[in-house]
């Protein structure tokens, strides 16, 4: 009987190559024990193997659960038909890791049986983990510190985000809309920041033209901009008209 459909698998159809598995490892192996699926020992050591047919929250918290008698727990599963370089794939055995528990996949095609241990359970390593994102959280802190309001709604999916790299954007624009066409290192003086010319130059939205060498201004797209946006590009140009001052003596 061909298993190659998960959904036509069972948990029992999962106990046998895992039962051979540890067996082949010197285990004793043992199936429905006080409520756990697989038991396997050896001397001191206990293993237990929950069983299910797919991963789910209930698989995890019965697995955490049985970390209160071993710290030796593994989820066993079919394997998956995504991926295992898939995004969804990576962030599983994150999660499984950062349980602290171990993951079994069992392949079952034909006469053919296969278990794969994904996960070992371990220690996990905050601190070490922590290290290995600074780079994100440095990330997450510029974005912050680069935002000028908050005009995203948490738990927002499928609509515009505005970034700090959009507000930025919003604020040239403002810049060339109230000044007219300026050059990147005027735009700066202004408080566009260091992104100022790569903003221009990739013109990601469209709103920028080149009028002449080194000097921008706004597209047709651009100057259709602000009526959209509202307290934010109010909130720029307050800050434009702070800078004024010092760009008129310069002139």
């Not at 293993?47 to 710290?71: C, G, H, M, P």
């Not at 593994?74 to 990576?90: G, L, M, T």
Request: charge should be positive; proline fraction near 3%; charged fraction near 30%.
């Amino acid at each position: 009987m061909s298993k190659n459909d998960t959904t036509k698998i069972l948990e029992t159809d999962l106990f046998n190559p895992i039962h051979n598995y540890f067996k082949k490892l010197g285990y004793e192996v043992h199936g429905e024990v006080k409520n756990c699926d697989i038991t396997a020992t050896k001397g001191d050591e206990l293993i237990i193997i929950e069983l299910k047919r797919n991963l789910s929250i209930e698989l995890l918290i019965q697995a955490a659960k049985r970390q209160r008698v071993t710290d030796y727990v593994y989820v066993a599963i079919p394997k998956p038909r995504h991926s295992i370089v898939s995004r969804k794939w990576k962030d599983i055995c994150f999660l499984v890791r950062r349980l602290e528990l171990g993951l079994i996949t069992v392949t079952l095609k034909d006469d053919f049986e296969s278990v794969e241990v994904i996960v070992n359970p371990c220690p996990f390593d905050r601190t070490k983990s922590n290290l290995r994102n600074k780079n994100r959280q440095k990330s997450i802190a510029r974005e912050i510190d680069g935002r000028h309001g908050n005009f995203n709604l948490g738990g927002s999916t499928r609509i515009k985000i505005m970034t700090a790299y959009k507000e930025n954007t919003i604020h040239i624009a403002c810049c060339l809309k109230n000044l007219g066409p300026l050059s990147p290192s005027k735009l700066r003086e202004l408080g566009t920041g260091n992104k100022t010319l790569s903003i221009l130059s990739k013109n990601f939205y469209g709103w920028f033209a080149k009028e002449s060498k080194g000097i921008y201004g706004l597209s047709e797209k651009g100057n259709k901009i602000f009526d959209e946006y509202v307290d934010l590009i109010a909130y720029y140009e307050k800050v434009i008209s702070a800078h004024k001052p010092s760009l008129d003596q310069q002139k």
